[in-house]
């Protein structure tokens, strides 16, 4: 079955950096977009950012452009997030998503948190 594993979230000082992975298993990773979700405390899911299956084209949430920067590997089954200049209103559990056949499968998600 499809799964989805973040890995690479932790505690950061405002304006420093963190790469979080998304480790895939179930489907033929390689065929399809990929994106980064996070929902903070009290809020909504919020899309961050999207990467399509071969990666040539990328989407941003206007709040992490220039700031973010979603890759893939498909060798790897592995989907990147890199963090720079991370905030307070970063704090958040992120979470990887896919859409397969139809239907949305997310990972258990990590925790970044951006404080002094």
């Known amino acids: 079955q499809v799964q989805l594993v973040e890995s690479g979230g932790g505690l950061v000082q405002p304006g420093g950096s963190l790469t979080l992975s998304c480790a895939a298993s179930?489907?033929?990773?390689?065929?399809?977009?990929m994106n980064w979700y996070r929902q903070a405390p009290g809020k909504g899911r919020e899309l961050v950012a999207g990467?399509?299956?071969?990666?040539?084209?990328?989407n941003y949430a206007d709040s992490v452009k220039g700031r973010f920067t979603i890759s893939r590997d498909n060798a790897k089954n592995t989907v990147y997030l890199q963090m720079n200049s991370l905030k307070p209103d970063d704090t958040a559990v992120y979470h990887c998503?896919?859409?397969?056949?139809?239907?949305?499968?997310w990972g258990q998600g990590t925790q970044v948190t951006v404080s002094s």
């Open positions: 998503n896919v859409r397969f056949r139809g239907t949305p499968y």
């Open positions: 179930g489907f033929m990773f390689s065929t399809y977009g």
């Open positions: 990467i399509s299956s071969g990666g040539g084209i990328t």
